[in-house]
């Protein structure tokens, strides 16, 4: 069941230009820069898009320009976690596993999951009680269970917003979706 969505999901983000894209995530950002929780936090988890994602790479530019601290994932393949590093410039980055943008290894700041204030997750679909689905490789599920005590803020289009999300013992669901047309307190 949870693959026949993920792949009806995909299917969606896939069918977008890349001109919608960048429009509903401007949206998207307008939205998430006026949530008190984002204006609170000093130190963000941002992650870097790739593919018909919610486009961050605007957001995360805008962050270090406005002095707020920028934390981004690098996929630690071998052991199946993501490391996480200070990003200092958008130049730091290049393309790492599964070809998304990350820190170049002589790049790479360490961050513990407890100096981040707020953490941006991806997905391929969450429902409106802040059910999550990801690819399914479980990146993202390990990290939010050790970071219980932070926000967590789902981005997705409107279209990746469904009625329920199968849920299994390891999903952690977010504390809000931020979305092209509105904020959904989970």
Known sequence: MKDVIRKELIEKRKKMSKKEVLEKSKQVKKRLFEID???KASTILFYVSYGNEVYTHDMVKECLSNGKKVVVPVTDIDNRKLILSKLRSWDDL????????E?????IDEVSI???????????GFDEHGCRMGHGVGYYD???KDSTNMVHVGLAFEKQIVDGIPTESHDTPV???????RVIDC
């Not at 504390?175 to 047309?181: A, F, G, M, Q, S």
């Open 114 to 124: 407890f100096d981040i204030d707020l953490i941006i997750v991806p997905g391929v």
């Open 142 to 144: 390990d990290l939010l």
């Open 94 to 101: 290049a393309k790492g596993a599964y070809n998304i943008l």
């Open 175 to 181: 504390d809000k979706i931020v979305t092209e047309e």
């Open 103 to 107: 820190p170049k290894k002589e790049k």
């Open 37 to 39: 929780e984002f204006k």
